[in-house]
């Protein structure tokens, strides 16, 4: 599980706990893994409702808060677009 911290989120700008009850971060894949048993052995402060909420680490957990990974398809091909670009100039220059 991975423990979302509302005292920390700021507006749909979510904040998760860091591993080891260090810190905070705004990316799941960077939050600390907390065990079931660990966060069930101390609801009050890993899964209160107020403060803090423990999250299945998984797409459906996340989508439980509406949160979405997602990527604007037009932004995706102006950068490939541009790498593709810049690839054809390295590539006259080391043939060239």
């Not at 799941?28 to 402060?45: F, L, R, T």
């Not at 423990?54 to 989508?63: H, I, K, M, P, Q």
Request: a neutral charge; proline letters at 4%.
């Amino acid at each position: 599980m991975i423990i979302l911290s509302l005292k920390h989120s700021e507006g749909t700008k979510p904040c998760f706990w860091r591993p080891d009850d260090a810190g905070y971060t705004t990316i799941p894949w960077s939050a600390g893994i907390y065990k079931k048993d660990h966060v069930e052995a101390n609801p009050k402060y890993y899964n209160n409702g107020y403060d803090t909420l423990a999250v299945e680490f998984s797409n459906e957990g996340l989508e439980s808060i509406g949160f979405r990974c997602s990527m604007d398809l037009k932004k995706v091909k102006e950068l490939s677009r541009q790498v593709k670009i810049q690839r054809g100039k390295d590539e006259e220059v080391s043939n060239g």
